[in-house]
Structures are given as C-alpha cells and as structure tokens.
C-alpha cells in the first residue's frame, strides 16, 4: 500500500516527512539489496527524482539508517526532534520514543542501541547474524507485549508539557505509542495540538496533511477498496 501512496498520492504534495519505523528492522545500509527493502528504496528514489522532497527520522525499529541509505533513496536524515517551519505555522517533528519515560525497560533498551559504540559493534557483524539478532529482539519484544494488559506506554504527561515548553509551545506531531488521536495540551495557560500518528497495515494506512491552515488525517486504503 505504501508503493501506492509513494507514487500517487504523496506526489501531489511539496514535502514528505516519516517519523521513524518506516521498516520493520533495519540492520544495516549493507542490506539494502534485499528485495523488500530494495523496492521500497526505488520507489522512494523515483518519487524524489519526481521533485518529492522527502525527509525521515530514526525510530526504534529503524535507527541503523544511514548515509548509503540516503543516497540511495533520495531521502534526507533529519534530526530527532526536528523543528519544521512553514510560513503559516510551526510544528515539532519526533518519533516519540524519548517522551515515554514511565516505560523503564524501553529506555534502557533505547539508552544502549542508540550508543554508536554498540552501533559500531553490530554493524561489525555479518549481515546473517545481524538478521539472527533482529529477528531475536523483535522476538523478545513481542512476547513481552503479550504479558502486558496494555502492551503500549504513552508519552510521560510532565516530559511532554516540558517539551511543548522546550520548542516554543508549537503543533507536536509524533509516532511511536501505536494510538492515534488528537490531544489538547494547556501549557503555561496556551493551549498546544498533539497529534499521534497511526499504525499503517495492509488493509489501511493513514497520513496527516497540512494544507496551509489545518492538520487533518487521510486515510489511505488498498486500491481495490473504497
């Protein structure tokens, strides 16, 4: 479905921004030329060679993208978070992984795969025993959902009011808590818009757009659907 929207719908608009878990795993710019992965890179080139200005940041499935990636694609490596102005308004871009202080277990997790220490020491590896390692950790983080009565953690309430403060109380657009919606923050008495980005499945994927005056949700259905 994201083939689909790459190449039809995304075109219609000036820019396109991706907040991380783009691919499932990512264990390596060495392990572009898997076929899965290299379809969605060629798209993804096609629609920036097309004029598309395209832009992604890490996510915690993700966060081994790099420089070979980009050049691939035609996609730029943003900054987490990442300030986006426009001439009518002002919006913070993050994936949202570093808001969920309350999910100890994650942030220790996060804490050692975004050392470039560790980083190093994988990428290191060969290639099959990079997938062996991934295949294991998403394992481990299924089961550990599973035993869970709400698998996913929401952004901590206090963290968040301090990063609405921190970026100058502007329009915070996130990923990552797999619960899309539309919340209202009230800081230092100025009333702040959060908007949690939604999942994409095969039957339905989602996209915000921004149309120079509002942030509205499109969903965004297999061709064969209405």
Known sequence: MFLQFIGDRARQADELYILGDFFE???GDDDID???N?????ALRAASDAGLRISLLHGNRDFLLGPDFSTASGVRLISDPYVLSTAEWQFVLSHGDALCLDDTAYMAFRTQV?????????????????RAIAAHMREVSESSQRDKDNPYTDLQPAATDDFLREHGYATFVHGHTHQPAKHDHIVDGIHVE???LADWHEERG????????A???EAILPENRP
Request: proline residues 5%.
């Open 206 to 213: 989602e996209c915000l757009i921004w149309d120079g005056e």
């Open 215 to 217: 942030l509205s949700r």
């Open 25 to 27: 795993t990512w264990i």
């Open 38 to 42: 290299a379809g969605i890179v060629s």
């Open 34 to 36: 898997d076929s899965f």
């Open 114 to 130: 975004r050392n470039p220490d560790w980083q190093a020491a994988l990428l290191a590896k060969p290639l099959a025993e990079r």
């Open 194 to 196: 959060r908007w949690v």
